[in-house]
Every structure is written in C-alpha cells, then in structure tokens.
C-alpha cells in the first residue's frame, strides 16, 4: 500500500506558501497539514499531503530539472483530467499549479488511490490481516500468478483499445512516423547524458536505428507500464485499482508500450542483481516468461505481434536510457538521493540483455 517516509532532504516543499494555496483551492480547510514522501519512484517527486482526514497526492518535477518538457505538469495534469473519465484506473487530478514561486515548480494534486504495489516478494505485512492468505498464494501458486499477470496484461490492452477521439485525446501525440522519432529521440538523450562508453548498448542503438519498422496502429500509450507503476486490490490481487506515472502517455504504436513492459520483465539468466531490485516483482519473473506475457498480450488484445525482437529492444534500451539520465543527475549533484549512486551498473547489464537478445535473435 506504498508506505511514505519523511520527505528526503533536499526534496522538502516550501510549506510557507504551499498550505495557504491548498487552503485557498481546498475550501479553506484549518486542519494541520502533514507532509510525507512516496520514496520509490525515481522521476518526477510525489508527496503524500493530508489534510486532517483527507488526504491527496502532490507530484512535482524532480529537482535539477533543466528540460521542462520532460516533466511537464500541466500536460500530465490535462491528460489525466480526460482520461480518468473513460479510462478507471487513472486516478482524477484536482488542483494544477503554475506559479513556481509556491514551491519551486509547478505542480498538481489529484485523488488518493490505494491498493497493493507489487514489488520483489509479496510479503503478508503489505496486505490487511483479512487478506494475508493471499501473500502465500501469490509466492506459490503457479495459476494464481499466471492470474495475476494475465491482468496486469489485459488492463495494458484495454488502455490500448480507447477511443482517443472521444477521450477528447486525439491531439495527445503524433502516431505517423511515432517509432523513427522514438528511437532517434531516446538516441538523443542517452547520449547528452552519457557518463561512460557501453559497446553492447552502442551496437544496440546502430541495430535500432536500421531496423525500425512501420507502426502497427496508434493508440493512447503509457510509456512506463510495469508492476511498480500498478496498484492492485489487496483483497483480489487479479483487479488494477490504479494506474500511476503517466508522465510519458502519448498516442503512438501499442506494441512500442508492449516493448518497455516487456523490457522490464527481467528473465532469472539476467542474474540476481536484477531480480532482486526492490521495484522487480521477482516472484513473478521467476515462474512465467517474457514470451508469455508476450502471449497474453496478442490474446488480451486481438493484435499480431510482429518485429516483437525490435519491441523488446527498444524497452530495453528506453529503460538503460532513463537510468542513465537518473544516474547522470546523480554526478552532477542534482540529487543526493543515494539509491541513484549505481545506476550506472544497470546501464551496463541493460545493455548486455539487449545484445543478447540481438544474439539469439528473439526475447
């Protein structure tokens, strides 16, 4: 139920001007404010703000930010406005903010969603007392995690399957030409923030730059869409309460959303190291395979999966990328947060994953 923490130093709010904008926009509240931390996540900031029983969500840009389309508030705050009315698991955003003098940036506050975020082994400590049996089920039972996984997939599809034309979203990205501007993108930004040389992960990039292929579709995307970005029902671990992260949603081919999430699903030859990552639900990379959530994905959605090594490649690469970017603010001083000091290891195994599967020819 991703537990807060006090608020890392370096990444405290300005209280003095932000609780007199929360009591101006909230309807005037006199309850004492309590601030708190979601520590996990590793791009934009989200702070837990309660407001005597009430309690919201902040999310802010990270701080040392110099590119503001990266992390552009009022876009993710526009989006979800639309897509929280057709789509239920994105949560609703009530408040947007555009004076940075308030604290720094801009910033939004939306609803307070709660569930489950999956993350190394379910332990029986993150779901209620009534529930825990679920934990046992979810680190044993082979179909109760085929289950789990199969809805985790088809929520993907259903993201994928929306009108975007009436969502209002129709203008939310460019799908012509989606996959070229991708690659040559995330090419870009991997090298301004290059710290160290990767060969693997350079022969990578060249492949992909040569092997782009034609968008299958166009549809409403994440970009980010893994376990660690998901919330599930404590009490039905097969249900998605919420969809979180949406800084990256564009409209541009599914199967580009399907890579990175594949990406993500870490096989156990990768090694312990990235199993064992605490954002990993290594429970379940252990017991079903990239090609099967692959599988469920084509049967989730009706689509054929074709270039499915390019799809898988690309995530990869996009994930080493943002790590990279993570890892660079990290030298440069932009945050102390010391969980980003060795980031530059993932960079390097990403790079190897995806120059394996370039090897064998498959995911």
């Known amino acids: 139920m991703t537990e807060t923490t006090d608020v890392r130093p370096g990444e405290e709010l300005d209280n003095i001007r932000l609780i007199p904008f929360l009591r101006s926009e909230l309807h005037g509240f006199e309850n004492e404010v309590i601030i708190e931390q979601f520590p996990a996540g590793s791009s934009n900031l989200t702070y837990l703000v309660k407001l005597g029983s009430e309690e919201y969500v902040l999310r802010r840009p ?22 929280s009315k057709v789509y239920p698991p994105a949560p609703k955003p009530l408040v947007f903010c555009d004076d940075e003098s308030v604290i720094g940036s ?56 929306l009108d975007a034309v009436a969502a209002g979203l129709s203008d939310l990205g460019k799908p012509d030409g989606y996959n070229r501007r991708q690659v040559q993108g995330w090419t870009s930004r991997y090298r301004t923030a290059k710290t160290h040389e990767w060969p693997e992960l350079n022969a990578a990039i060249e492949w992909l730059n040569a092997n782009i292929p034609v968008e299958s579709g166009a549809s409403i995307i994440h970009n980010d869409y893994k376990f660690d970005n998901v919330m ?15 800084e990256m949603v564009t409209i541009g081919d599914p199967l580009m959303d399907l890579g990175t999430t594949l990406g993500y699903w870490i096989s156990p030859e990768a090694g312990d190291v990235l199993l064992s990552m605490p954002f990993n639900p290594r429970a379940l990379m252990e017991s079903i395979s990239r090609r099967q959530m692959a599988e469920m994905y084509a049967e989730a959605s009706g689509r054929e999966l074709p270039d499915l090594l390019f799809y898988y490649v690309f995530g990869t690469f996009k994930i080493a990328v943002i790590a990279q970017q993570i890892y660079a603010r990290f030298v440069k001083g932009f945050t102390n947060d010391r969980r980003f000091a060795r980031f530059d290891r993932f960079v390097s195994v990403l790079g190897l994953i995806a120059s394996n599967a370039l090897d064998r020819g498959r995911i």
Request: aromatic share 8%; net charge neutral; proline share 4%.
């Open 106 to 161: 801009e910033f939004y506050l939306m609803e307070r969603r709660r569930g489950v975020v999956v993350r190394n082994r379910l332990s029986a400590s993150q779901l209620p007392q009534v529930h825990t049996h679920l934990a046992q089920r979810f680190s044993s039972d082979p179909d109760y995690q085929t289950d789990v996984c199969r809805a985790f997939v088809a929520n993907l599809a259903e993201l994928h399957s």
């Open 62 to 83: 990270p701080f040392g930010n110099t590119v503001k389309t990266a992390h552009d508030m009022r876009r993710e705050y526009e989006v979800l406005s639309k897509l």
């Open 232 to 246: 599930l029902d404590p009490s039905d671990l097969t249900r998605v309460t919420a969809v979180l992260d949406w």
